[in-house]
């Protein structure tokens, strides 16, 4: 499969600060790809070098085969670019902004862009300093997708949409991907990548940890379980439960913390035997999933 992007030992530092070090990396023609990583992790630096807005220190990053560094101005032609920041002229309206990036490509389906806009639920005639954050995110979507590029790179996309624009844009993302489109996105919200992303890469400290599918980042997901007594109770009692993990007892004495991949109905009969008073589940975020990755990794 022909690679949309690549890198090789991709490295930008900044004197003797941290940037992105040795990242190596193929994004296929087609795919959905997500970048993962906490905020300052690296992803908005591995971005820039691929739109050719930072100079690498070391060896190279290629779009479509083309250097982008060396050819930004021709990439730029081909993509849809979604800053981590969407701002402009503050005076323009969004009319105005979408107009003239329009002229600036050069090949914009008006009814297209018409839809987007109705799509997103933007008003074009207000001036870009009175949209909130969630229409000027509006504003960098449409003008990312409106000349239906081969690639879309998109940082943090869905900062400041609320839930119903969220479900717009995937799909719009659905839709782009049906005709053949490349995405490449950042974010540090996993349910957002389990939802769009077919693989995704890891990074960590400027470095890329891991690139894997999302069904095997899904494997080291596990529920965090609260479950209140009204005695203290004893963290041996799930021990020998299948994918109880780490069994914490909590500082007010009669509540243990449990961390469980897979099925909890075991959990749930021994607290009913022990007559739990509460019982509280939730995902673990997005710091607890890394850091367990990185435990098993450096094991």
Not at 40 to 60: C, D, E, F, H, Q
Not at 121 to 128: A, I, T, V, Y
Not at 283 to 289: A, R
């Amino acid at each position: 499969m022909a690679a949309m992007i690549a890198t090789e030992g991709l490295t930008k530092r900044y004197g003797a600060a941290r940037g992105i070090e040795a990242v190596t990396l193929e994004v296929h023609e087609g795919e959905i790809f997500g970048f993962l990583g906490p905020n300052g992790a690296g992803k908005t630096t591995t971005i820039r070098l691929l739109m050719g807005m930072l100079r690498p220190t070391a060896v190279r990053a290629a779009i479509a085969g083309r250097d982008c560094w060396a050819e930004s101005t021709a990439i730029k032609r081909g993509v849809g670019y979604l800053p981590g920041e969407f701002t402009f002229d503050p005076g323009l309206t969004g009319a105005q902004i979408l107009t003239y990036l329009g002229n600036l490509r050069g090949s914009v389906d008006g009814v297209y862009l018409r839809r987007l806009i109705g799509l997103l639920g933007l008003d074009p005639s207000k001036r870009f300093r009175e949209y909130s954050r969630g229409n000027k995110q509006k504003v960098g979507l449409i003008q990312a997708l409106m000349h239906r590029p081969a690639l879309l790179i998109l940082d943090e996309p869905t900062g400041g949409l609320d839930p119903l624009n969220q479900q717009t844009f995937q799909a719009l993302l659905a839709e782009a991907h049906a005709g053949g489109a490349t995405i490449f996105l950042s974010s540090h919200i996993l349910p957002e990548v389990e939802q769009i992303c077919q693989r995704v890469g890891i990074v960590r400290d400027g470095q890329l940890v891991a690139v894997d599918t999302v069904a095997a980042l899904k494997g080291l997901k596990r529920q965090v379980v609260e479950i209140t007594f009204p005695t203290p109770p004893a963290p041996g009692w799930f021990a020998a439960v299948p994918g109880v993990g780490e069994v914490t007892p909590l500082a007010d004495g009669v509540t243990l913390r449990l961390g469980v991949q897979g099925d909890l109905r075991e959990v749930l009969r021994i607290a009913a035997d022990h007559d739990a008073r509460t019982l509280a589940t939730r995902e673990p975020s997005l710091e607890e999933i890394f850091l367990r990755y990185y435990a098993q990794d450096a094991a």
